[in-house]
């Protein structure tokens, strides 16, 4: 059973920073090929996925976080990071990540945020808050 734990949320104040971290047990190794996301929901608004990354270490991003946010990934330590800077109020949300076993998810061609990226995600950690003041 593939477990993921979020964790590094918190309450910043806008143009800060917060790295937000996701341990997957086993997920690398079970899979040779993947594709992990961030994903965010807001109150009252839809889970959006904001950011993925494959197997390869191909990523994407959605248009409102593209180059502010970086995901990356430490196969070591099986662990998936979303670092996020100059964050502004309307990036408050749950933040969560998830795994797919199909690396089709991350394709360039599927841009972000996309229902079929969504529906796509086997695993779901239960997320992290992050809440930015103005």
């Known amino acids: 059973q593939v477990q993921l734990v979020e964790s590094g949320g918190g309450s910043v104040q806008s143009g800060g920073s917060l790295r937000l971290s996701c341990e997957a047990s086993?997920?690398?190794?079970?899979?040779?090929?993947?594709?992990m996301g961030w994903f965010r929901q807001a109150p009252g608004k839809e889970c959006e996925g904001v950011a993925a990354i494959d197997s390869d270490g191909s990523t994407k991003y959605a248009d409102s976080v593209k180059g502010r946010f970086t995901i990356s990934q430490d196969n070591a330590k099986n662990t998936l990071y979303l670092q996020m800077n100059s964050l502004k109020p309307e990036d408050t949300a749950m933040y969560y990540c998830a795994a797919s076993g199909q690396v089709d998810y991350c394709d360039a061609d599927l841009p972000l945020p996309s229902p079929v990226f969504y529906r796509g995600m086997d695993y779901w950690g239960k997320g992290t808050r992050v809440n930015i003041s103005s």
């Open positions: 086993t997920y690398t190794y079970r899979y040779s090929s993947y594709c």
